[in-house]
């Protein structure tokens, strides 16, 4: 599984205003893998996958991309870098159609494989295609979902960023999207980061993982090892939010 | 029951007996209501004492209104809506979609060629001189504000940047077009490209400044924008002349034929009859032309991705962002596009007035430009056309009716109800349909055969 690193988050501190919302973290993620980032409300996950999209920047600290640069970049430029982002709340354009959702993830190709990727995103999502004309505000949530991971994934990604892809989704929902983004990344080697509060399902899907308590990471390993930790299973995994 | 009130045509006698029931009680309670305010009036005489006098025609009028009205609602309006209400619960959701009709089909069609029969036809009923009135005030008038609402479209409709000082962008073209003309005699055709240079490079500097802005807040800049370009062209005395304007602005040439007396002229050339109705007659097309250019302009963008990331914007900017759009140039694109049209239609008016002062490009006129494009229903061209018919129409209309003179005498001007109307209006519409006359908005992207959204398919909830 160790491949070559994609990304490489080092020391990386965000400011919103004056409050720090992220201490120095590092994270790495190789080509290939699968890790995940768990943690409270207000940990600071959402910061950080907002901090590689560039928006906000950090303030100091590097993040280098396949071998890139990309602390500074403003968030387009990150985009075209072909980091895909389904965001926090998945942000898919409400009057806008299924299908023109899609075909916004498909304009930095310029629409060049844009029927193949349709064709692609409706085997792994069939419900997407039956709603092919619908608009995205009619969508219910784990569709809107569908189509925000749908979205991201016409950009052809080297790595796609997920953020809370389980939020107020049916268990039933949280499974079929979770078993869509096992196939990508078996399947296609697409390399996942992902941002969840469901730290069990994350853990289990995960080849690596990491935990982050205000605005630093405090443990890291394998999401076997994580899933089997004292202090991650109190802390995360038993009591009160799943 | 149920038959009593489906059958709006033969209404029962019960509902008979019941609407005049409820439209006597109305009369009487509007007489009650009115009595004193519309009955009687006080006015002071010559010798400055206060004298009564009874208005009971006018009230009558009122009572008349209300008593005929609440017996029209109660007899036909009540039945007919409950009647809709009714088939509407009926039919299942999905046979809504039917297949359009001859006319819904070709509509556009038939509408560009009602609008190019507009001038022949009006001129054989009318003659030439009987149809300024028509050609000029309803039709010309009525277009300037369609391709205005049309440019201001782009910029609020499709990338949803809520500009509250389009006008701006009209008065740029229009005094381009007088000050550029009237010094160095350059013609029509060339200054118009000009003007809408001028306006779209006026947009991308308004763009600038509010690049960061949304909403509230943007609205609020681009207002005080309008304004600062208004107040230039009244205090920037030495070019524009102030608050006299440039008048004497040279007319459009058709392919270098001017529309005067000269031997040169129209009328000579083709030996007609002397008339100032060929050059309203040609700035009817021309304007028709202009407003084509902006529709056809504004139905292709959106189909490429520059129009597809103006309406995504419109949606979500972030994720705009996230998906590789540069949002700084998309907005520029708007702003410049839509303020290219406004400068089109700007240097159009300086040549149809030959004359332009900074009284023309005042706030209120960005403030009706926006209620067409609002009350047609944002992004949609046949709606927004159908707000501007109705509001400027209307306007025009208003003019016209000089009937209500007899009525409420000789000080009545119609005019000056306008913006009670209009406000009336907007109300009425905004309540009835929150998105305008044509709320839903027309996909641009389809797989392999065009398929039809269904009505239910497309609502959203509310505005």
């Known amino acids: 599984m160790s491949g070559e690193t994609l990304l490489k988050v080092q020391g990386v501190e965000t400011y919103y205003g004056n409050i720090r919302a992220l201490g120095g973290v590092d994270v790495e993620v190789k080509k290939g893998e699968i890790v995940s980032l768990i943690g409270a409300n207000g940990a600071g996950k959402s910061t950080l996958m907002m901090t590689i999209c560039g928006a906000p920047q950090a303030r100091s600290g590097s993040i280098i991309f396949d071998g890139t640069d990309i602390t500074r970049m403003p968030t387009h430029l990150i985009a075209r870098m072909r980091i895909a982002q389904s965001p926090e709340g998945r942000r898919i354009f409400g009057r806008m159609t299924v299908l023109e959702n899609l075909q916004m993830g498909a304009g930095l190709d310029n629409m060049k494989y844009f029927h193949e990727d349709v064709e692609r995103i409706f085997t792994m999502f069939p419900r997407l295609k039956e709603r092919i004309n619908q608009r995205g505000g009619t969508l219910s949530g784990g569709e809107q979902q569908m189509l925000s991971i749908g979205r991201a994934l016409m950009a052809r990604p080297k790595l796609l960023l997920l953020d809370e892809p389980s939020l107020g989704l049916a268990p039933l929902i949280v499974k079929g999207i979770f078993e869509a983004i096992k196939k990508l990344n078996q399947e296609e080697g697409l390399t996942v980061f992902l941002v969840e509060q469901n730290a069990f399902a994350a853990l289990k899907l995960s080849d690596r993982a990491y935990v982050m308590v205000n605005g630093k990471v405090t443990m890291s390993g394998s999401g076997r090892e994580l899933l089997a930790n004292p202090e991650v299973r109190a802390a995360y995994l038993e009591g009160g939010h799943h | 029951m149920a038959n009593a009130i489906s059958e709006p045509g033969k209404a029962p006698a019960s509902l008979l007996g019941q609407a005049i029931k409820e439209?006597?009680?109305?009369?009487?309670?509007?007489?009650?209501?009115?009595?004193?305010?519309?009955?009687?009036?006080?006015?002071?005489?010559?010798?400055?004492?206060?004298?009564?006098?009874?208005?009971?025609?006018?009230?009558?009028?009122?009572?008349?209104?209300?008593?005929?009205?609440?017996?029209?609602?109660?007899?036909?309006?009540?039945?007919?809506?409950?009647?809709?209400?009714?088939?509407?619960?009926?039919?299942?959701?999905?046979?809504?979609?039917?297949?359009?009709?001859?006319?819904?089909?070709?509509?556009?069609?038939?509408?560009?060629?009602?609008?190019?029969?507009?001038?022949?036809?009006?001129?054989?009923?009318?003659?030439?001189?009987?149809?300024?009135?028509?050609?000029?005030?309803?039709?010309?008038?009525?277009?300037?504000?369609?391709?205005?609402?049309?440019?201001?479209?782009?910029?609020?409709?499709?990338?949803?940047?809520?500009?509250?000082?389009?006008?701006?962008?009209?008065?740029?073209?229009?005094?381009?077009?007088?000050?550029?003309?009237?010094?160095?005699?350059?013609?029509?055709?060339?200054?118009?490209?000009?003007?809408?240079?001028?306006?779209?490079?006026?947009?991308?500097?308004?763009?600038?400044?509010?690049?960061?802005?949304?909403?509230?807040?943007?609205?609020?800049?681009?207002?005080?924008?309008?304004?600062?370009?208004?107040?230039?062209?009244?205090?920037?005395?030495?070019?524009?002349?102030?608050?006299?304007?440039?008048?004497?602005?040279?007319?459009?040439?058709l392919f270098g034929i001017p529309f005067d007396a000269s031997p040169g002229g129209f009328a000579k050339m083709f030996g007609l009859p002397m008339s100032s109705a060929y050059y309203k007659i040609f700035l009817f097309y021309l304007i028709l032309a202009l407003c084509m250019v902006t529709a056809y302009v504004t139905i292709r963008l959106r189909r490429m991705p520059i129009g597809r990331a103006w309406e995504a914007l419109r949606e979500d900017e972030i994720a705009c962002r996230s998906l590789g759009i540069n949002t700084v140039t998309t907005k520029l694109t708007a702003f410049s596009i839509g303020a290219m049209f406004g400068g089109f239609a700007g240097s159009f008016f300086a040549a149809r007035q030959g004359f332009v002062s900074p009284e023309s490009f005042v706030f209120m006129e960005s403030a009706v430009i926006l209620a067409i494009v609002v009350l047609g229903g944002m992004g949609s061209l046949t709606g927004i056309a159908v707000a501007a018919i109705v509001m400027t129409g209307g306007t025009e209309l208003l003019r016209e009716m000089e009937f209500l003179k007899h009525i409420f005498g000789p000080d009545f001007t119609p005019e000056l109800y306008r913006m009670l109307i209009f406000g009336l209006a907007m109300v009425i519409v905004m309540i009835l349909k929150p998105r305008g006359f044509v709320g839903s908005r027309e996909p641009s992207a389809f797989l392999k055969e065009k398929k039809a959204v269904s009505g239910s398919f497309t609502k959203e909830g509310h505005g």
């Open chain 2, 23 to 253: 439209a006597v009680f109305t009369g009487l309670l509007t007489f009650g209501l009115f009595l004193l305010y519309i009955g009687f009036k006080t006015d002071q005489d010559i010798s400055n004492a206060l004298i009564i006098y009874g208005r009971p025609g006018l009230l009558a009028i009122f009572v008349g209104i209300a008593a005929v009205g609440r017996f029209l609602m109660v007899l036909f309006v009540h039945p007919w809506a409950k009647a809709r209400k009714d088939a509407r619960a009926e039919v299942p959701v999905h046979d809504i979609e039917k297949s359009p009709s001859l006319f819904h089909k070709h509509f556009l069609k038939i509408a560009l060629v009602a609008l190019l029969l507009y001038p022949p036809v009006i001129v054989s009923i009318y003659g030439f001189q009987g149809s300024l009135k028509f050609v000029d005030n309803f039709g010309i008038q009525i277009l300037i504000y369609v391709m205005l609402a049309w440019g201001l479209n782009i910029v609020v409709g499709l990338a949803g940047l809520l500009d509250l000082g389009y006008v701006a962008f009209y008065a740029v073209g229009a005094y381009s077009y007088a000050l550029l003309s009237s010094h160095f005699g350059l013609s029509f055709w060339l200054l118009l490209p000009i003007s809408g240079i001028l306006a779209a490079f006026w947009g991308m500097i308004l763009g600038f400044p509010v690049l960061r802005l949304r909403g509230d807040y943007l609205a609020i800049v681009t207002l005080a924008f309008g304004e600062i370009i208004r107040l230039v062209l009244i205090n920037w005395t030495d070019v524009t002349q102030g608050t006299f304007g440039v008048s004497s602005i040279p007319k459009a040439t």
